[in-house]
Structures are given as structure tokens and as C-alpha cells.
């Protein structure tokens, strides 16, 4: 398979723990983007990179929540603190080249804060 | 602020029938518009995409036809299938300011009956 990777599918933590999360996005796309989804509703951009650079972070929750893609391949998302409120499918999706907002989506990591 | 949304939150349609998905935007200035598909489980799968030079796009069974005037957007499917059960999330664009930003509806859940 190679679409875009996400893992863990499940997480559960206990409020004030920290998680993070990995994605791998499809091997020749230079945009990634985390988006977030609650129950019922569509999904909520929160940011992207192109390769390495981070040019889109204000949709950040909060700052409790980072982004990082080192190498300008698999990317990170950490939640430090976690709250009940946190709780909520985070997805990833990569894309092609500037311009395309054809996204591929992976099948996201279920967070569950207790 | 403005959003996208749509009518109706449940569709229950019987197989072999067309559904038809409508959608409501009220962003005069978006100008690209997509409907994913998300199984349970599963990200947002994309169907087709439609830019605002356009009126009607057709795909495999499905078309979307976007109406500027009154700001609508819809998605047809064609004898609709078992496998086509699954949420449905319009999204909406400026592909001016877009990096993959696509700010989405709440979503559609269609319901496939034999």
C-alpha cells in the first residue's frame, strides 16, 4: 500500500499525559497537512508543510499542539497536556505540488483522553 | 463567519436509485470545490472536483454541478451501489490563497437499502 501511513490508529491517554503522533505521506508529495475531526463533522485544517518548512501554523489548537517534519518526509504531531476536549480523529494527507489541493488522506489516529 | 454546510444530514436512498447530495457554501469568493467520500474507518476519500469556470464536471457515476448564483453545489450518483454508503463532506476553496486548506461541510451520511 502506498498511501498516506498514520499510526497509531488508537490512541488512549489519561488528561495531562503527552502523545504524538507519525505520519508518512505518499513517497513523491511535498505538501502534507494535519487536519483534525470531531464526531459528526467535516474535517479542520490545523497546518501543513511544504517539504521541511512549516508555512501554515495559526490554525493550531493551541499551543500545547506541534508539528514537525524534520527531514521533509514522515511528519510528527504532539499534544503536550492532553485535555478531554483533545479527544478526536487527526488526520493526515499529503499532496502532489503547489497548487493541487487534490488531497489523499490517510485513515487518521483516533485520540481518546480520559 | 462563513461556512459550508448542508441540507441534509441523512439520506437513505435504495440501491440501484440516484442520490443526489446537496450542498450549500457562503464564501462568494471560493472558487474550487471538492466532495470526499468517508467510509467508517476510513479518511476522506476523493470523488471529483469542480472549479467556479465550471458548472457541471462528470466522473465514474457521479457529477457534481456547482451554481454560483445561488451558491450551491451538488453531487449525483448514478444507480447507487451498497459501497457507496458512506459520509459525504462537500469543501469548498480560494485557490488564490490555497495551500490545502479546504474548509469543509459537516457532511451527508448516505444510507444504501436493498
Known amino acids: 500500500d502506498t498511501g498516506v501511513s498514520q499510526d497509531p490508529r488508537h490512541k488512549i491517554t489519561k488528561r495531562g499525559q503527552n502523545v504524538t503522533f507519525r505520519c508518512d505521506p505518499i513517497s513523491e508529495h511535498n505538501r502534507l497537512y494535519w487536519y483534525r475531526q470531531t464526531l459528526g463533522q467535516g474535517p479542520e485544517f490545523l497546518t501543513y508543510?511544504?517539504?521541511?518548512?512549516?508555512?501554515?501554523k495559526s490554525r493550531l489548537l493551541s499551543d500545547r499542539f506541534s508539528a514537525e517534519r524534520p527531514k521533509g518526509s514522515f511528519s510528527t504531531l504532539e499534544i503536550q497536556r492532553t485535555e478531554q476536549g483533545d479527544s478526536a480523529m487527526y488526520l493526515c494527507?499529503?499532496?502532489?505540488?503547489?497548487?493541487?489541493?487534490?488531497?489523499?488522506f490517510g485513515s487518521g489516529t483516533q485520540l481518546s483522553v480520559l | 463567519g462563513e461556512s459550508v454546510g448542508l441540507h441534509l444530514p441523512t439520506l437513505s436512498v435504495q440501491e440501484g436509485d440516484n442520490s443526489i447530495i446537496n450542498c450549500a457554501y457562503s464564501?462568494?469568493?471560493?472558487?474550487?470545490f471538492i466532495w470526499y467520500k468517508q467510509e467508517s474507518g476510513k479518511g476522506p476519500q476523493f470523488i471529483i472536483d469542480i472549479r467556479s469556470n465550471m458548472d457541471k464536471r462528470q466522473g465514474q457515476r457521479v457529477t457534481v454541478l456547482l451554481n454560483k448564483t445561488v451558491k450551491h453545489l451538488s453531487l449525483q450518483i448514478a444507480a447507487t451501489q451498497p459501497g457507496d454508503s458512506a459520509v459525504y463532506f462537500c469543501?469548498?476553496?480560494?485557490?488564490?490563497?490555497?495551500?490545502?486548506?479546504?474548509?469543509f461541510g459537516a457532511g451527508t451520511q448516505v444510507v444504501v437499502t436493498p
Open positions: 508543510f511544504q517539504n521541511e518548512a512549516q508555512l501554515e
Open positions: 494527507a499529503s499532496s502532489f505540488r503547489a497548487g493541487s489541493e487534490k488531497l489523499f
Open positions: 464564501n462568494s469568493a471560493s472558487d474550487y
Open positions: 469543501a469548498e476553496t480560494l485557490l488564490a490563497d490555497s495551500w490545502g486548506k479546504l474548509q
